[in-house]
């Protein structure tokens, strides 16, 4: 075999590339926060419907980042994080992930409306739109708002697992949407700020570039004060409990000290120390959203068994 046919096979798709264009770890987010929303409402489904509606919810979140690598296939190229994304590698050509994004949000969207209800199937829709033309096409290369607004699109996943059980939107599943909403700033600013020469070079608006890393610092804290509240408040609510309450409460304090630390920092000690402080910071937030909608299922577990709640 030629070298010429050994490159040319390489190059071509496999299973692997057409599972990274659904962003595989956005998706295990989606799904783990719908699940919680979809268990911690106060009716029962019965587990076909919920295995099958979190598999919709979880293709619906798939087509979105399709569309995404689709659109932004441009500046993934010249982001070191996203260059070995399928599209901007070649593995995956961006007209085979427009037709596998819009082929997926069609499926996902009336499977969830046959499987659960049209609430749910109405904000998985909203959710794919919202990800794909709102934030993507729109607010991502426009505004150093971006991230904010666009956070929404992550943030519904837990209001459409809710749906899918209630058939509806209640003051607790909208509280579960703001945790992440509000959550989402601060997590991908402090990226942004040890990150910012990939935005730069890819012509992208974050905060980092547009008003340099000084007012990113100010947004981080200020987010995280505005944070912990919404992420307490939860805690009294028919969802929450003294576990929910005693987890937030640490975390929320172990945020609040970072978001301090990272706003007390000028870029002379950062640098100097290779931005430890806003990657530890980074790490945390990771744990912090998966830790808070963990500490919901324990909750339900424990109401469950005649425990928990308030």
């Given amino acids: 075999m030629s070298d010429t046919h050994v490159s040319d096979f390489d190059r071509e798709a496999g299973f692997g590339d057409y599972f990274a264009l659904l962003k595989p770890r956005v998706m295990s987010l989606v799904i783990f926060t719908a699940l919680v929303g979809l268990v911690v409402a106060p009716v029962s489904v019965h587990p076909v419907v919920a295995l099958s509606s979190l ?52 499926m996902a969207v009336v ?56 058939g509806g939107i209640s003051v607790e599943s909208v509280l579960m949407f703001a945790l992440t909403f509000m959550w989402t700033p601060p997590h991908f600013w402090a990226l942004a700020l040890f990150m910012k020469s990939d935005y730069e070079d890819a ?11 000084r007012v990113t610092r100010n947004h981080v804290l200020g987010y995280t004060i505005a944070l912990a509240p919404v992420a ?54 990771l744990s912090y959203l998966f830790l808070h909608f963990g500490a919901l299922l324990v909750e339900a577990s424990l109401r469950g068994f005649g425990f928990g709640g308030w």
């Fill in 203 to 213: 012509g992208v608006p974050m905060l980092t570039v547009t008003h340099g890393r």
């Fill in 55 to 106: 598999l919709f919810i979880a293709i619906g979140a798939g087509a979105s980042g399709a569309l995404n690598m689709w659109w932004d296939a441009d500046i993934d190229a010249v982001m070191k994080r996203t260059a070995k994304r399928p599209v901007p590698s070649g593995k995956v050509t961006a007209d085979e992930a427009l037709g596998i994004g819009v082929a997926l949000s069609g």
């Fill in 232 to 285: 307490l408040g939860i805690g009294f609510t028919s969802i929450g409990g003294p576990v929910y309450l005693a987890v937030s409460a640490v975390l929320n304090a172990m945020f609040l000290m970072g978001a301090w630390q990272i706003w007390r920092r000028d870029e002379t000690s950062a640098e100097a120390d290779g931005y430890k402080v806003e990657k530890r910071f980074f790490r945390l937030s």
């Fill in 111 to 166: 499977m969830l409306a046959l499987a659960a209800n049209l609430v749910a199937a109405g904000l998985l829709a909203f959710t794919i739109f919202f990800y794909a033309v709102i934030y993507t096409m729109i607010l991502k290369r426009w505004t150093p708002q971006n991230i904010v607004i666009g956070g929404a699109a992550g943030a519904f996943p837990p209001m459409i697992g809710w749906a899918v059980a209630t």
